[in-house]
């Protein structure tokens, strides 16, 4: 029988997907029957709030047509699993920043309408930590973007989560390409997010680790980005990243996982091409625009780290920053990750394809 808990971490993660990207996605790949609770579970809730979303569509286009972002936003990007998430924790403490949270993402298609009611009902019904990683959160928590333009379009990496089976062709479709389609949700989306959680703020704050690929997309529309990429090391990235796919293909996926070893192999690849995609447009980041920092400097001296972006950026405010981003790191110095350990076989093929 589905927990609660589970039912919970399910819609947060891949609930109330419009119904036209399910029917794409049944387009490029098949679902599992043995995953056919998932696959009812996204498509009755898209179904549901389908209605909402063409009334606020239809409520709220004009105001989101007429809303002028800032062209200086900060990008935070790196392969997933390098410490981006907890960077864009820290930063979004800082009440002046802008930014997509899990009241919006779970449902961007419907979550300007039903602001009142979104927060409050999340509050009450999501389970106190992330299912992936066990990272504490909640309904106001910052989020990757790509979690919330996945349910207006198939073009995402986090259709490679929904068919884990075929992981690599939706990440060369979706991540290491991106069409004037996905490009259209994504600005449709940074304005939704801008009207959602703008009101009294001044900065716009975006995560994705996606768009570590997608620089030159970023800069055509916002030439004054400011980058923030985080590296680590890469086996400890892959390994880490590889549990994290595992687990959603169990949460969310539409089809079985494949066997870690494959998983391993994959992740290599993607962890390679992603940088290498970076690297290729490195050139278009202007001079200034771009700060590279370690995850261990992150984990070992988070403060201290968060205000060298604020003094290569320039970005003023500082001292009102400081105490709720130090609020925050207390908060996280609470979770101790949990060791991320493969199989004998899987650890051995790592190590095989990341030795020189």
Known sequence: ????????????????????????????????FSRWPVSLLICLTGLLVEPLAWLQTLLFRRRLRRIQLPQDPVVVIGHWRSGTTFLHQLLA?????????NSLTVAPQVALLLQPLLPPLMRALMTSVRPIDAVPWSEN???????????????????????????????RR????????????????????????????????????????????????FPKARFV????????SIRSLVQVKQKLADLVGLQPAPDVRIQVEETVVSHQQLLQAFEASRCLIPDGQLLELDYNELVDMPLNTVKRIYDRFHLTGWEKARGPIAARITQASHYRAAAVQLS?????????????
């Open 344 to 356: 004998v076989e899987a650890e051995q093929r790592l190590q095989e394809l990341v030795s020189p």
């Open 174 to 221: 979706s991540v290491l390409q991106s069409t004037a389609a996905f490009e259209r949700h994504w600005l449709r989306f940074t304005r939704l997010t801008w009207l959602h959680d703008g009101a009294g703020r001044t900065r716009l704050l975006i995560k994705n680790s996606a768009h570590t690929a997608r620089v030159a997309m970023v800069l055509r529309h």
């Open 93 to 101: 403490s800082d009440p002046a920043w802008t930014t997509a949270r």
């Open 1 to 32: 029988m589905l927990s609660l808990r589970v039912l919970s971490d399910r819609l947060v993660a891949a609930g109330f997907i419009r119904p036209s990207v399910l029917l794409r996605g049944l387009q490029l790949s098949r679902p599992a």
């Open 141 to 171: 928590d910052p989020q990757e973007d790509e979690m919330g333009i996945a349910r207006l379009t198939m073009d995402t990496n986090m259709a490679g989560m929904a068919f884990p089976q075929v992981y690599p062709f939706h990440f």
């Open 229 to 236: 990429l985080m590296r680590r090391e890469e086996e400890d």
